[in-house]
């Protein structure tokens, strides 16, 4: 069985460029979710030899494409290095020091400016932390992020081809140690090859290859240029049913880490799920033909600002009006990221937790905790960051025309 899976693995590092000359997307996209997320690279945990299989693969297919190496020292790759975080709450690392790279590639159009296009390509490994299963099994990572980076792979062929969309250079970076805390990201900010003041904004890509029967896609960071509300909203691309916009330029991904460095971002996102950090984030699971959708959307938005100048920054006002209340209790589900009525709509409901005691279902939607009336996902955090474990608490759900009102115990 090895021998067969070692074959796999180079009949799957030597088939992209045979797909690349059929100029077949969809067969190239599934080769590279089908290859990043196989066990022969066990989940790509940050740091690990999966992990570094990842990265020549991804250093191989950045060459094929044509694009030049922008790393440390005019390799493919960023080094750094971390202390890992031993609990969510510390400010700086105090565990294992891990030693990892970024694959960072370039289009060079001597150009004035720089866009950066971005997405993580480590994951869980076998688990552990940040993982939701109760079970030590390799966590592939399918549309976490291998979605993002088959994205990413192909946003740079149609980049390197592109007669039209040339008036700015494109910096492409894989980055790693997103899983752990936006590691990559943070370290290419502060080490960074080239110069920052330069960028005109940043796109990143992480878990795009779940659009669902709606169609619609997320797209954050919206209110971090005044251009982008005017521009997202007259882009159509088949395939897509509509947007879901957030201004804020802060979320769990790495995007934040250029938010914070005052540069316009935006982040692509086609929702949340049951598999989400869990083993069975496969590749078989994937839409492929939406994550070319997706990037259809990108490159249209890419298409529409080029020629427009450097972007003009904003700051958005989620650290003040939305910041995220803290809280030690959880009702055991999965938000609807894509949802945008009032309430906070159920994604999925995890196996035995509050929200499965309750009688809870998928597509509920939470309108109120304890004395806090729910409007959106900061009201949802806030009522929770109310209740503390042991307590009992009423938990209002709307279930089509029906109010359910339930009393729970965290």
């Not at 570094?52 to 044509?66: E, H």
């Not at 299963?133 to 081809?161: E, F, T, Y």
């Not at 938005?301 to 100048?309: F, H, L, S």
């Not at 009032?342 to 279902?361: L, P, S, T, Y």
Request: glycine share 10%; aromatic share 8%.
């Amino acid at each position: 069985m090895k021998s067969i899976l070692k074959l796999v693995v180079i009949i799957l590092f030597v088939l992209p460029a045979c797909i690349n000359a059929q100029d077949n997307q969809i067969q190239q996209t599934q080769i590279d979710v089908v290859y990043l997320s196989s066990d022969l690279l066990e989940g790509r945990g940050t740091g690990s030899k999966g992990e570094k299989i990842a990265r020549t693969y991804l250093a191989k297919r950045f060459g094929d494409i044509g694009l030049t190496p922008k790393g440390s020292n005019g390799t493919w790759f960023h080094d750094y290095s971390f202390k890992e975080k031993t609990n969510p709450h510390e400010a700086i690392g105090t565990g294992r020091e891990v030693h990892t790279k970024n694959v960072v590639g370039y289009i060079d159009n001597k150009a004035e400016n720089t866009i950066i296009i971005g997405a993580h390509y480590d994951h869980l490994g076998f688990g552990g932390h940040g993982s939701l299963s109760v079970d030590s099994a390799i966590h592939n990572g399918a549309d976490d992020n291998a979605s993002g980076v088959a994205a990413l792979l192909n946003l740079a062929k149609r980049l390197k081809n592109s007669k039209t969309t040339n008036h700015n250079n494109y910096l492409f970076i894989a980055f790693s140690g997103e899983e752990l805390g936006l590691f990559g990201s943070k370290s290419y900010v502060n080490n960074p090859t080239i110069d920052l003041s330069k960028v005109d904004y940043m796109i990143n890509m992480d878990m795009v290859g779940r659009l669902n029967e709606e169609s619609k896609l997320a797209v954050y960071g919206t209110g971090t240029s005044p251009v982008w509300h005017e521009i997202l909203d007259k882009i159509k691309v088949d395939g897509i049913g509509g947007i879901v916009t957030h201004d804020s330029g802060i979320g769990p991904s790495d995007h934040t880490s250029f938010y914070l460095a005052d540069m316009p971002v935006l982040h692509f996102f086609t929702g949340q799920h049951s598999d989400y950090h869990k083993p069975g984030d496969d590749a078989e699971l994937i839409n492929y033909e939406g994550i070319l959708a997706v990037t259809d959307y990108i490159s249209e938005v890419i298409k529409a600002v080029d020629g427009k100048g450097k972007l003009e920054f904003t700051k958005t006002k989620e650290e003040e009006q939305k910041k995220a209340a803290r809280f030690k209790v959880s009702l055991g589900v999965m938000p609807d990221y894509m949802y945008d009525g009032e309430g906070m709509r159920i994604d999925g409901v995890m196996d035995g937790k509050v929200a499965d005691k309750a009688g809870f279902k998928k597509g509920d939607i939470v309108i109120q905790i304890a004395d806090v009336v729910v409007t959106d996902i900061y009201k949802y955090m806030e009522g929770l960051s109310k209740c503390k474990a042991g307590e009992k608490a009423m938990v209002k759900v709307k279930r089509g025309d029906e109010v359910i009102e339930q009393e729970v115990t965290f």
